[in-house]
């Protein structure tokens, strides 16, 4: 005979389960927004832009959704496992809702880019988000599958990400030293190459997540970072 016991453990287990179904359907979205941004970025598609940033605030809302599902399941004093599911789900909902602002901004940007003529260094800006959305949905892949190890590898190759945001960022004050009637332009595109790298770190929190998630407080193991525009005279891109 099915104990009240089993009823408590699979009403629990089935609330994990939506939770977790709801991170990885909020990831997908700002996935797709970020895609969708840096598409519209190389079509010079104001509508599309516009569609975008108001699709934001789905993802917003689910981010609620899941703070709400993560207090139920707290409520059910869980053991030391089922803790760190539930903080890694709260850390790993805010950095998602944090990738779909910057891919909005992006996106935003992308409408006063289009004032002026194209710029050759959208391709540049295409390689640096294409880079990024790679580390979003592989994290988002490691988060699923429980696995500690891809999500370290997600973790190193920000470097990589950082590498490129810092050529970007060089070719492009190199370009507005040469001719002052780019520099409003290329202001638009650091901005969004900034939104991008910025992508990038909220990607390798959520792999820090997933270690803490699998490993606990097990130190991880030193990151390289290779971001070197602070070595430059540079404008203030810390943009929200």
């Not at 920000?158 to 370009?175: K, N």
Request: glycine fraction near 4%; aromatic fraction near 4%.
């Amino acid at each position: 005979m099915t104990q009240p016991h089993d009823h408590i453990v699979k009403s629990y287990d089935e609330e994990r389960q939506r939770l977790l179904g709801e991170i990885l359907r909020m990831g997908g979205m700002a996935a797709a927004q970020l895609q969708a941004a840096l598409d519209v970025v190389e079509r010079r598609d104001d509508a599309a832009a516009a569609r975008i940033i108001a699709n934001d605030e789905a993802i917003d809302a689910l981010e609620k959704e899941v703070s709400h599902d993560v207090m139920k399941l707290a409520l059910r004093g869980p053991m030391a496992r089922d803790l760190r599911e539930i903080l890694a789900a709260l850390r790993i909902a805010s950095d998602i809702e944090r990738i779909g602002d910057y891919a909005a901004n992006v996106a935003k940007r992308s409408t006063a880019l289009n004032q002026a003529p194209p710029l050759p260094h959208t391709r540049g800006l295409n390689v640096l988000g294409q880079l990024a959305l790679g580390l979003v949905r592989d994290v988002l892949d490691a988060y699923r599958g429980n696995d500690a190890t891809a999500a370290q590898r997600v973790r190193e190759r920000d470097a990589e990400l950082d590498a490129q945001y810092t050529g970007l960022f060089r070719e492009l004050l190199t370009y507005m030293m040469e001719d002052a009637r780019v520099i409003t332009p290329c202001t638009h595109l650091l901005f969004m190459a900034k939104n991008i790298e910025r992508i990038g770190d909220h990607a390798t929190n959520i792999a820090e997540n997933v270690w803490f998630l699998v490993h606990g407080d097990d130190a991880l193991p030193p990151r390289e970072k290779r971001d070197e525009t602070n070595t430059v005279a540079r404008p203030d891109l810390n943009e929200n």
